[in-house]
């Protein structure tokens, strides 16, 4: 059973560009969580989905991001126009449960 | 938005048990006490929860005070790869996402 993949696994991109980050849950899981974890810092939680519904999108800037979770694919993160303050590590995590299991994270650069 | 406190770091030795406190004084009756770890450029690994009583699996046990105010995590034998940051997280009943604190970074010595 693959776990939670991420891609692509680093992502550079110029300030303005938009940037896609993929998700694939681990298989049977219908929730997806998205976490963003700038430099020397703790995760923080961004949104929530299940497939094709967005339950909780608390944690996400109010403009630039957004995420979906179709009833087919990966669930992507999708930040517009991108400004330096956006490097990070992106992870992502799906669950059944109680226990989230995490992808290797999508680190994002932008130059 | 955290309702944890952890030492910022702790060292251990090679194969010696280790115990990794949180403080929770705020906790309600519905939170559950999480622990994740982070190894390095990794993504976060679930380690253990519970509610009130102790816990144990094939990582580590969870050892939850009385008033439940606080919480300790034990390593029986801490191995090289047990270096990463470990998170105590309380998650509140019916809620999905986790908040993250700063955790505290473990070292093991050889």
């Known amino acids: 059973n693959a776990g939670v993949m991420q891609n692509p696994r680093h992502l550079v991109r110029r300030r303005g560009q938009e940037a896609r980050l993929r998700c694939s849950p681990m298989?049977?899981?219908?929730?997806v969580y998205w976490y963003r974890q700038l430099p020397e810092e703790g995760l923080k939680f961004m949104v929530y989905?299940?497939?094709?519904?967005?339950?909780?999108e608390s944690g996400m800037p109010k403009e630039r991001f957004s995420a979906e979770f179709p009833k087919e694919g990966p669930s992507i993160l999708r930040i517009q126009q991108v400004v330096r303050g956006d490097s990070a590590a992106y992870f992502c995590?799906?669950?059944?449960?109680?226990?989230?299991?995490f992808g290797p994270g999508t680190r994002l650069t932008v130059l | 938005d955290a309702k944890t406190t952890q030492p910022n770091s702790m060292e251990s030795n090679e194969e010696e048990p280790v115990h990794l406190p949180c403080n929770h004084s705020?906790?309600?009756?519905?939170?559950?006490i999480h622990w994740y770890r982070q190894l390095p450029s990794q993504g976060p690994e679930y380690v253990i929860h519970?509610?009130?009583s102790n816990v144990n699996n094939r990582m580590a046990s969870l050892a939850i005070a009385e008033d439940r105010k606080s919480s300790t995590l034990i390593l029986h034998r801490a191995t090289l790869r047990d270096a990463a940051v470990y998170y105590c997280?309380?998650?509140?009943?019916?809620?999905?996402?986790?908040?993250f604190g700063k955790g505290t970074k473990l070292t093991v010595n050889p």
């Open positions: 995590a799906s669950s059944l449960r109680n226990e989230q299991f």
């Open positions: 298989k049977g899981h219908s929730h």
């Open positions: 989905l299940q497939k094709e519904n967005i339950i909780d």
């Open positions: 705020t906790i309600s009756g519905t939170d559950y």
């Open positions: 519970g509610l009130t």
């Open positions: 997280i309380l998650r509140e009943g019916g809620s999905e996402k986790l908040v």
